[in-house]
């Protein structure tokens, strides 16, 4: 992973874990109740993937033992992981782009009830993704895999395609620039990436109409399995944040402007709304920055949560950066990954930083976007998120109007019990997370994911699960005074 260059320790931020009485009298532990989205308090586990699905998309022990563990740590939401809408192979990510994906889901959402006693609300976070491919090898691209054009004759002064490769074979990579467009020197360096704004492609061109219906489908789904709401995937480097993006110049009415970059998502909304019950939570997450040269800053986030929020929205999460624009050129064989560039560190930042640290980067966005949409006369709540592991900051975000949810991903993976500990006045007892991102590069490696905390820890215990090579065990130890 990108670290920026002043590579700077930070210190874990003091703590301040409160007395059991201190807890119960806390923003934090005090329930929500706007809306649909009613919390017995502010605690969130946002979506996390921990690369456990079969290669089919379907819900394994292995998926069910890691939402099971973070709901003994009573979450008042979990958020399941990124889950595909389309019925296409997608490696062993979560799917829910046909029936017979529900029970499967179905038996996730029971694991999750019965070890929180119910107390824990579950979202499905749904996406869409494009298509990108691995970086190929240059022979192969430049004999098979590149379409040869008439601009490539003419640059490369051929008569035709056969010669046109023979000549490219010999091209250093200074001719190569000259000869190849930036698009396809990209697939050539990165991997092949489908963009929103490839307008030529006709099935780019038709994704307005076609993610409306899909993401309506994936959320009935959801709630056929029994997920107390969807998470709409807005962030990121995935579909419908490119359409928010403003590097999106689409001409078709869903590009340029803000009001044109935020039409999908509202229509999505909108759908996927019209399609479920009068109860089921229906929120989005997004970014509060995208964090690339270009793109979407501040403002157009605070406009896009106004038009959200007034399209329905139950509630807004924001994340951070995490984009393929600036990511990191994988080797040849892997696919490019969208958090190991700057913005990606921006997503998930580590202990060595720059001076302004990994802890509540997003905080002053978040608050921007929250006293937008005050501002607007909407009560939608916000969940903000990266870098928060403690109560004294989660009581901050609150009391300062920030946010209205905490949510902790990585603190949370270090310990799940670590909302629970803190509530019963036994913060001392927390695993704190140190911020290493040792999960994220399994993660990125598609590897199922641990904590490098608590994986070598009681590896001889009876019926342990283990990762495929043995090595790690693939849940928290549990918490003695839990047992
Ligand atoms: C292993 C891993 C997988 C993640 N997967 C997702 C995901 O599926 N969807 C998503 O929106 N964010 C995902 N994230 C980002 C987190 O939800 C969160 O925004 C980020 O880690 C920053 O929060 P933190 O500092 O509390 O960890 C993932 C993070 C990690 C560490
Ligand atoms: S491996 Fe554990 S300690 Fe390191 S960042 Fe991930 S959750 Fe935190």
């Known amino acids: 992973m990108w670290k920026p260059p002043e590579r700077i320790r930070h210190p874990l931020p003091e703590p301040g874990w409160p007395s059991a009485v201190a ?19 502010r605690t969130w586990v946002p979506a996390m993937v921990p690369w456990r699905a079969t290669e089919s998309g379907f819900v394994t022990p292995e998926v069910v033992a890691w939402y099971e563990r973070f709901a003994r740590g009573r979450p008042a939401a979990l958020v399941v992981e990124a889950t595909g809408i389309r019925d296409v192979p997608s490696g062993p990510l979560l799917r829910v782009g046909d029936d017979r994906f529900v029970g499967g889901l179905a038996e ?37 895999f590149l379409t040869v054009t008439p601009r490539h004759l003419a640059r490369l002064g051929v008569a035709n395609e056969e010669a046109a490769r023979e000549a490219l074979a010999r091209c250093s990579e200074a001719e190569l620039e000259a000869v190849l467009s930036p698009r396809e020197l990209e697939a050539l360096r990165f991997g ?13 061109a038709a994704l307005p109409r076609a993610l409306t219906g899909l993401f309506a489908a994936a959320a009935g789904r959801a709630e056929a399995a029994g997920f ?43 759908r996927v709304r019209a399609s479920v019950g009068g109860g089921f939570v229906v929120g989005l997450r997004m970014l509060a920055e995208e964090c690339i040269e270009g793109g979407s800053g501040v403002d157009d986030a605070a406009f896009f949560a106004v038009e959200l929020a007034r399209a329905g929205a139950d509630f807004l999460s924001l994340s951070r950066g995490g984009k393929f624009e600036d990511a990191k050129q994988p080797k ?50 916000v969940v903000a998120a990266g870098g928060i592991g403690t109560f004294a900051q989660a009581e901050e975000i609150l009391a300062s109007g920030t946010a209205d949810v905490v949510a902790a991903a990585r603190q949370s993976l270090a310990d799940p019990d670590w909302f629970e500990k803190v509530r019963r006045g ?21 590897k199922q994911v641990t904590c490098q905390l608590w994986d070598r820890q009681d590896l001889d215990e009876p019926d342990l699960l283990r990762s495929r090579d043995g090595r790690r065990r693939l849940v928290a130890p549990r918490w003695r005074a839990e047992e």
């Open 228 to 270: 107390d709401g969807v998470e709409l995937h807005c962030a990121h480097a995935y579909t419908l944040a490119s359409f928010l993006s403003a590097r999106n110049d689409r001409t078709d009415g869903y590009g340029g402007s803000r009001a044109a970059r935020v039409r999908l998502p509202v229509e999505v909304l909108e």
């Open 192 to 204: 092949y990436r489908e963009r929103v704004t490839d307008l030529h492609l006709q099935h780019v």
């Open 332 to 381: 040849v064989g892997a696919a490019a990954y969208p958090y190991t560039g700057p913005s990606g560190y921006e997503c998930m930042p580590t202990a060595i930083s720059d001076a302004r640290g990994p802890f509540g980067r997003n905080l002053a966005a978040v608050r921007t976007v929250r006293a937008a949409l005050r501002a607007a006369g909407l009560a939608t709540p």
């Open 426 to 446: 036994r913060g001392a007892e927390v695993r704190r997370c140190i911020y290493s991102n040792y999960c994220e590069g399994l993660d990125q490696m598609h």
């Open 108 to 144: 996730l959402v029971a694991a999750v009830r019965r070890a929180s006693g119910g107390e824990t609300r579950l979202l499905l976070q749904i996406l869409d993704f494009l298509v990108i491919r691995r970086r190929p090898e240059r022979e192969k691209y430049l004999s098979r």
């Open 23 to 41: 807890a119960a009298g806390s923003r934090l532990f005090s329930p929500l109740e706007v809306g649909r989205l009613r919390l017995r308090n």
